[in-house]
């Protein structure tokens, strides 16, 4: 994508929460996120934003086909109400979905990660980087894995005074050059 097409679709984004009204939510505010990647695809695209009102996020994500993918298995409660989440899918792993309950008394939510694995790869954890915080306490964010890369982990912290989290990406290369 590029950096033209990427501002288009921040510019989007923008507008959607704006209207609060895009196609393509993975959920609704309190709402149980259920979303995964058609068969073959990873996810290549986060975006969310949140809302104090709800305290809670919305979901949205784009999938590729960037590799040939294998077995997929799902990795439930990666973190628990109010603690860090780190999480690395198994082996070559790339992120292919997320599920995720509220619980409005901790103002938090209990993610489950799809990991599907993945050929012409690095040897895993070689080649691989933290991207840094992709969004801060309350704010929107959206988050585009660089083309030859792919999502292999999330890290995120709870802020029991935000009600919020913010996230790092794991990302792994995904061919040997």
Request: net charge negative; glycine share 8%; hydrophobic share 30%.
């Amino acid at each position: 994508m590029s950096s033209g097409q990427m501002e288009g679709v921040k510019i989007l984004l923008v507008l959607c929460i704006m209207i609060d009204s895009c196609y393509g939510w993975a959920n609704s505010f309190d709402g149980y996120l259920n979303f995964q990647c058609p068969t073959g695809q990873q996810i290549v695209t986060l975006s969310s934003y949140h809302n104090d009102y709800y305290e809670d996020r919305r979901w949205n994500y784009l999938c590729e086909t960037y590799a040939p993918l294998g077995s997929c298995t799902w990795h439930n409660k990666v973190n628990s109400y109010d603690q860090t989440m780190n999480f690395k899918c198994p082996g070559n792993g790339a992120i292919c979905g997320f599920r995720a309950t509220h619980n409005n008394y901790y103002e938090d939510r209990i993610y489950d990660v799809k990991c599907c694995t993945m050929s012409q790869l690095y040897p895993t954890g070689l080649s691989c980087d933290w991207s840094g915080k992709v969004n801060s306490y309350d704010n929107t964010f959206y988050y585009g894995v660089p083309w030859h890369k792919y999502i292999h982990g999330i890290y995120s912290t709870h802020s029991n005074f935000e009600n919020d989290r913010v996230f790092e990406i794991y990302e792994c290369k995904r061919w040997i050059w």
